[in-house]
């Protein structure tokens, strides 16, 4: 590796501790899956930085530092079997893969899936599967997952996504529609017994609402 990649890879990593990312086996993740490798070629010089960027279809990939923090919500155990709602480029997608045990993965946008599909492949990571699929619907398949992560602003309940958390499972997602219309990272817990508990884990940035349908490409 040439140094200026390492240095760059340094600076990166210090940039997600200085942000609050304190989670070891998720700094070597990120440490080991560049962003850059996910990213549209035309930004490759600049997805090292913490910056959301747009990535095709009409979608955007969030800060490096958001996606990091939703990740260390999860708590994810080597484990874990993952749901994930919006694979976008396939960056978390491989991070998930490096920190949990099976990462299904639904993208509404046939381009982007496919995309990410071969990015995931070139990568090496065998423990994911990545579905063209509508994640409002996946419920309807019966599903069950340890922990579920949404990338889209949905509104709660969201009871399409909530139905994929298996008991004692794990739900992170950005809300809208309550604290005076500012979007919100929750986490949700789903107990063996009783009702959901929600956290509010602080503001989200750079995302979209969450639609539905499949669609071909943009």
């Avoid at 998720?26 to 960027?53: K, N, T, V, W, Y």
């Avoid at 260390?72 to 491989?94: F, H, M, N, Q, W």
């Avoid at 990545?130 to 309807?140: N, P, S, V, Y």
């Avoid at 709660?156 to 997602?173: D, H, I, N, S, W």
Wanted: overall charge neutral; hydrophobic content about 45%.
């Amino acid at each position: 590796m040439r140094a200026t990649e390492a240095e760059e890879r340094a600076q990166f990593t210090l940039a997600m501790r200085a942000r609050g990312i304190d989670d070891l086996a998720l700094l070597r993740a990120l440490e080991r899956a560049p962003r850059a490798l996910f990213m549209p070629q035309r930004f490759a010089d600049i997805s090292g930085r913490d910056l959301a960027l747009p990535i095709g279809c009409g979608q955007t990939s969030p800060p490096p530092s958001m996606i990091a923090a939703m990740i260390a919500a999860l708590e994810l155990k080597p484990s874990d079997r993952v749901c994930e709602i919006g694979t976008g480029t396939g960056y978390c997608t491989a991070l998930l893969a490096i920190l949990a045990n099976e990462v299904v993965s639904l993208e509404r946008f046939q381009t982007l899936a496919l995309e990410a599909s071969a990015r995931i492949k070139a990568f090496g990571l065998a423990n994911v599967s990545i579905l063209w699929e509508d994640g409002f619907e996946h419920h309807k398949s019966g599903a069950s997952y340890d922990k579920v992560i949404v990338h889209g602003l949905i509104e709660p309940p969201a009871q399409a996504f909530v139905k994929l958390v298996a008991r004692e499972g794990t739900m992170v997602a950005a809300f809208a529609g309550h604290w005076g219309g500012e979007q919100r990272i929750v986490r949700l817990s789903v107990p063996s017994f009783g009702n959901v508990g929600i956290v509010d884990l602080g503001p989200a940035r750079a995302f979209r609402p969450l639609d539905h349908g499949l669609s071909h490409a943009l």
